[in-house]
């Protein structure tokens, strides 16, 4: 069974920084083929990407976080990060780790508020 297990929410302050975590179960060796991503989701608002990369560590950013946040991944490790600076009050949601190869995996979720 896989499962995809966030850690590194809180609260932070405007200007701040936070950096997620996550760490799948369940897929092995083949950890390194699947497309990773983060997404979030806001209250009131739709689930939406924040950053992807694929197996070949290729990232993509959606324009709201370009230049603020980065993904990186260890495929030795089986693990998935994403280093938030600069953080702002919209960036306030739970963030979702999210795997992919053929089939998806999505994990529980990890809350994110920015406030002062």
């Known amino acids: 069974q896989v499962q995809l297990v966030e850690s590194g929410g809180g609260l932070v302050q405007p200007g701040g920084s936070l950096r997620l975590s996550c760490a799948p179960s369940?897929?092995?060796?083949?950890?390194?083929?699947?497309?990773m991503a983060w997404y979030r989701e806001a209250p009131g608002k739709q689930r939406e990407l924040v950053a992807s990369?694929?197996?070949?560590?290729?990232?993509n950013y959606a324009d709201s976080v370009k230049d603020r946040f980065t993904i990186s991944r260890d495929n030795a490790k089986n693990t998935l990060d994403l280093q938030m600076d600069s953080l702002k009050p919209e960036d306030t949601a739970v963030y979702y780790c999210?795997?992919?190869?053929?089939?998806?995996?999505w994990g529980q979720g990890t809350q994110v508020t920015v406030s002062s």
């Open positions: 369940g897929l092995g060796s083949v950890f390194g083929i699947y497309i």
């Open positions: 990369i694929t197996s070949g560590r290729n990232a």
């Open positions: 999210y795997a992919r190869h053929g089939v998806s995996y």
